[in-house]
């Protein structure tokens, strides 16, 4: 194992831990979990994502709100209808890779 040496360490800024803090919080509540697994597998409308995970629209789009600043989810509008899918294939794969941990036990 290689000695690493404190002048070779490069500490993570402030603000990069910080969204890395807002990301694991926003991959702890399974309600958001729920939702990013569903827009991963297909672009969703509030209704369409309420309907099949059976929630509340109020608790869905407060849920997107908390997705859409952390730049997680992406949102595009047809007509009145806006259109959610996933906006960051780097946190989709570690979702994927860590469902994936947690069935193979």
């Not at 404190?6 to 993570?12: G, R, T």
């Not at 007509?79 to 469902?99: A, F, M, P, R």
Request: net charge positive; aromatic share 8%.
């Amino acid at each position: 194992m290689k000695n690493l040496k404190k002048e070779d360490y490069q500490p993570l800024d402030e603000e990069t831990l910080f969204v890395v803090s807002q990301t694991f919080k926003a991959l702890s509540d399974p309600t958001r979990i729920r939702i990013l697994h569903l827009l991963f597998e297909k672009e969703c409308s509030v209704t369409e994502i309420s309907n099949c995970l059976e929630l509340k629209q109020s608790n869905v789009s407060h849920q997107l709100r908390f997705l859409k600043q952390l730049r997680l989810v992406k949102y595009r509008r047809e007509g009145k209808t806006i259109y959610y899918s996933h906006d960051d294939e780097h946190v989709i794969n570690t979702l994927q890779q860590t469902i994936h941990h947690a069935k193979h036990h």
